[in-house]
């Protein structure tokens, strides 16, 4: 018997080369694996340690002045007392309704547009060659003219950030819906669904995932527009202010600043998460 | 007859040229039967299923269903495809009873009795297929098997005057696969709905059908048209082991053979 076992010739998977498939699956770098959620919070807090390890070093540098990199603590420090400010809190208050006002606005339209160019071909055809043109042309490009079309007030720091997003959101949304296979929108059409009815009830429901992806990146990129909108011309707004601070060379309250754009910018992320997990819980369970 | 297509051709033009897809098809199907079309992949048996069921236009001849021409997809053709197509974002229920909420199915008034027949026919279609417990979760939830079942009840909950069926269960284990034609037999035992069915499997085929239409590959031209003489009530398991049966299949295998080995003869002449 013991001979036989030792002449068999080894069948692919078992034999010799199932001592590797024995081995755990690896606890630290498993390609596209999972790992254990206490090792992933760890890595996340070491790589802003290692963000926070480095601005300390460096800051302690002779040959960095404190104008460039401020010590953590004047930063901190600095903090503190612009919480206390009540220019902030309107510069914050002004900048957030700037962004939401254009963006929305963005949204509102470029949706439902978006959903019209991804049903159909010809709606395709009259707005996403132009779409392309415009959106390659760079915000801060059409500051000038916006400035000249609508002054200096409210109206053209929302438009840029509706300009920013309209065009890219146009985009997305019908490329989601392009995305949702064609055996849907046959068989509801099998079932007697109208054109209408196809277009809402299972194109629009099956691209919805992907269009709150597409409005979460793009309320990124809002904010970047709103601040190219304040640099240039504003009396109030993180933006305008950052380049007050520029002015009289302020370099912690600039870093202040970033670190609110960086907070409002996770803060965001995590409420469209949250909002995405809790209303697409089919779509998750659907990865799985 | 319930369904009629009658001298149908499908060309279409593919990098290597004019492509001959089907040639000169006749079919008749009568009201509550069950046909299957059997052939090699590629003998162009599903893109006939496609333009019977209005999703694709022939190049030339007609496809009538009651007398009239079909022009598109419509409620009056059920379709159930081989790829999952529950819509994900909706229950089991919801799915099942979708036909019901679609505004071309609406009762003029909103009428009690229709309602409650209807809910009570959602619930008879889910029961009939194993589902009524799971009409909670969601598609992505449930196996291969229960997703094709939910989808077979949807596609029945619509009442459509012929059942389309494109490799339903091609994508399905062989367990489930047996269990699902089982179940088949069961529901069309019940609903007695016209049904044509793509198949390659000769053994599904004959275990499901009244008739077997055998298509021939590149171009795809009927070469058999069999008639299955077995009870509707049959079992499976049993029907497999009788020497009927079998001598069907052989028939059946032995017309799709000569054909690919002739149509592999050519295809290696033209080679050279």
Known sequence: MPSLVRDAVPIAGRGPQSRQSAQPPPRWFPVRGEVEARRSRAFALLGASLLVVSYLWLSHREWVTSALLPPLSSVLQTGWQTLQEADFWLDLKVSFWRVTAGFLGAALLAVPLGILAGSFRLCSALLEPVSEFLRYIPVPALVPLVLILLGIDEGAKVSLVFLGTFFQLLLMTADEVRQVPLTLVQVSQSMGATRLEVVTRVLTPAALPGISHALRICNGWAWSYVVVAELLAATEGLGFRILRFYRFIQTPNIYVYLLVFGLIGLGLDGLFRFLHARVFRWAKAGRA | ?272
């Open chain 2, 1 to 272: 007859m319930k369904l009629a297509v009658r001298s149908l051709n499908k060309s279409y033009v593919a990098t290597r040229g004019t492509v001959h897809a089907l040639s000169n098809i006749e079919l008749l199907v009568a009201e509550a039967e069950f046909v299957s079309l059997v052939g090699t992949s590629g003998c162009g048996k599903s893109t006939l299923l496609h333009i019977i069921g209005g999703l694709e236009a022939a190049s030339s001849g007609s496809v009538e269903l009651d007398g009239q021409l079909v022009r598109g997809p419509g409620a009056e053709l059920g379709l159930v495809f081989q790829r999952q197509t529950l819509f994900p974002w909706l229950t089991v229920l919801e799915n099942v009873r979708f036909p019901h909420t679609l505004r071309r199915k609406q009762p003029r008034a909103a009428d009690p009795q229709e309602l409650t027949n209807r809910a009570v026919l959602v619930e008879n279609l889910l029961r009939l297929v194993g589902l009524w417990d799971f009409r909670s979760s969601y598609p992505a939830e449930l196996s291969g098997g229960m997703q094709q079942r939910a989808a077979i009840a949807r596609a029945l909950v619509a009442r459509p005057d012929v059942l389309l069926m494109d490799e339903p269960f091609g994508a399905l284990d062989s367990q489930t696969r047996e269990e699902m034609q089982e179940l088949l037999l069961h529901v069309n035992a019940q609903h007695r709905t016209t049904t044509l069915f793509v198949t390659h499997d000769v053994d599904e085929a004959l275990l499901l059908s009244d008739r077997v239409i055998v298509l021939s590959p590149r171009p795809g031209r009927i070469l058999g048209d069999i008639a299955v003489p077995f009870a509707r009530d049959r079992r499976t398991a049993d029907l497999k082991l009788d020497p009927g049966f079998v001598h069907l299949k052989r028939q059946v295998l032995g017309m799709l053979r000569h054909q690919s080995e002739r149509g592999s003869a050519l295809e290696s002449l033209n080679g050279r």
